[in-house]
Antibody, heavy 125, light 109 residues
């Protein structure tokens, strides 16, 4: 059974860069054909997909955030990470990491079957 | 960007009754629609994908229907554990983009 756990600072200041990590257990990221994603949830914007990455490093991002986002994978630690720059109060949200469902199924590949519990990030001066 | 609109925002239902939730896409998404359930303090849980396929371990009382732009999630004989917020989600393959509806809260009547 896959398990995901987010970690990172809970409080950030405007203009800073957020770094979050998702530790994966129950399987090896490098042995999985699934993509890995970051999704956030805020009262104002609801659920918002941020970006996804494959163990090889192939990545793609939400166009609305693309200029400020980067993701990376560390297969030796079985984890993947998110960096979000130029933070504003609008980036205050609960940040989830998640695993895409099987890339082999065209109707499932874009869905998220495993999620972490989420980590709350507040941006405030 | 495809916009997903869910209705109603809140649905009041008595235990044992049926609930029908709607989700409308601003343009055709084929069958690339999923439904999630979220309870307070928890992450969303995948219920339905491909518009009508139940995810592993999801009870048969949950069913999905629809295609193109109009979709529905039906919950038959609501159980106490089904009172939660439900989200629809669409995805496109290229460019890859995943968008969620704003949610429908199913509450006890």
């Amino acid at each position: 059974q896959w398990q995901l756990q987010e970690s990172g600072p809970g409080l950030m200041k405007p203009s800073e860069t957020l770094s979050l990590t998702c530790a994966v257990s129950g399987g090896a990221i490098s042995g999985s054909i699934n993509y890995w994603a970051w999704i956030r949830q805020s009262p104002g914007k609801g659920l918002e997909w941020i970006g996804s990455i494959y163990y090889s490093g192939t990545d793609y991002y939400n166009p609305s955030l693309k200029s400020r986002v980067s993701m990376s994978v560390d297969t030796s630690k079985n984890q993947f990470s998110l960096r979000l720059s130029s933070l504003t109060a609008a980036d205050t949200a609960l940040y989830f990491c998640a695993r895409h469902n099987s890339a082999r199924d065209p109707y499932a590949s874009g869905t998220f079957g495993y999620w972490g519990q989420g980590t709350l990030v507040t941006v405030s001066s | 960007e495809i916009v997903m609109t869910q209705s109603p925002a809140t649905l009041s239902v008595s235990p044992g009754e049926r609930a029908t939730l709607s989700c409308t896409a601003s343009q055709s998404v084929g069958n690339k629609i999923a439904w999630y359930q979220q309870k307070p303090g928890q992450a969303p849980r995948l219920l339905i994908y491909g518009a009508s396929m139940r995810a592993t371990g999801i009870p048969a009382r949950f069913s999905g229907s629809g295609s193109e732009t109009e979709f529905a999630l039906t919950i038959n004989s609501l159980q106490s554990e089904d009172f939660a917020v439900y989200y629809c989600q669409q995805f496109t393959d290229w460019p890859p983009l995943y968008t969620f509806g704003q949610g429908t809260k199913v509450e006890i009547k």
